[in-house]
């Protein structure tokens, strides 16, 4: 299973970005599908995940600001990113929690990671 993330670079403060990972390789299904963020000198933490039965989570610090949706007959989230601020500068890596078959096994899969830049 192989994720591909695009869409990162370089905007103004108030700008927009939208980013787009593509999931490929032998996948049954997929559980929870979302976006991830790791700033320099910090932990990656959650910025927003929606889950194959619907339910969508954000961070408190994009609420409002950044919309996760996903098409599921591609096997790609998208993460659209308005108002942007310097503090979103990061890396932003997707997840994806991958079924191979019906069963209730999956596996936990990370796409290369693309940068977004926010300038003042």
């Known amino acids: 299973v192989q994720l591909q993330a695009s869409g990162g670079g370089l905007v103004q403060a108030g700008g927009s970005l939208r980013l787009s990972c593509a999931a490929s390789?032998?996948?049954?299904?997929?559980?929870?599908l979302g976006w991830y963020r790791q700033a320099p000198g910090k932990q990656r933490e959650l910025v927003a995940v929606?889950?194959?039965?619907?339910?969508?989570n954000y961070a408190d610090s994009v609420k409002g600001r950044f919309t996760v949706s996903r098409d599921n007959a591609k096997n790609t989230v998208y993460l659209q990113m308005n108002s942007l601020k310097p503090e979103d500068t990061a890396v932003y890596y997707c997840?994806?929690?991958?079924?191979?078959?019906?069963?209730?096994?999956?596996?936990?899969?990370w796409g290369q990671g693309t940068l977004v830049t926010v300038s003042s």
């Open positions: 997840n994806a929690e991958v079924h191979f078959s019906d069963s209730w096994y999956k596996a936990d899969y």
């Open positions: 929606a889950t194959n039965g619907g339910r969508i």
């Open positions: 390789g032998r996948i049954f299904s997929i559980d929870a």
